[in-house]
């Protein structure tokens, strides 16, 4: 079965018996530092198109991205308004 359509087969059957040998604490930091890399791109892709946004603001709209805006809105209210 092939699951990454640009990698060469022998490449990729390397890849997946690796991640099953791989221990299980080790693929929860991979997965962790995945979700700090995500979180961080999001952000900086969100200071580059609100930039007079305040850092409450940008986490806040991080949480749409991350929960969607009816959940966001929920457990975190509204969106702060600029000053």
């Known amino acids: ?4 359509s640009d990698t060469h087969p022998d490449i990729e059957r390397l890849l997946i018996e690796r991640l099953r040998q791989m221990p299980s604490w080790r693929k929860m930091a991979l997965m962790a530092e995945m979700n700090r890399t995500v979180r961080t791109l999001a952000l900086a892709g969100l200071r580059q198109r609100y930039p007079d946004d305040t850092p409450a603001q940008l986490r806040r709209r991080l949480a749409d991205l991350l929960l969607g805006p009816a959940l966001a ?9 600029e000053d």
Do not use: D, F, I, S
Not at 1 to 4: Q, V
Not at 73 to 81: F, K, Q
């Open 73 to 81: 809105a929920r457990v975190y209210g509204p969106l702060p308004e």
């Open 1 to 4: 079965m092939r699951t990454l």
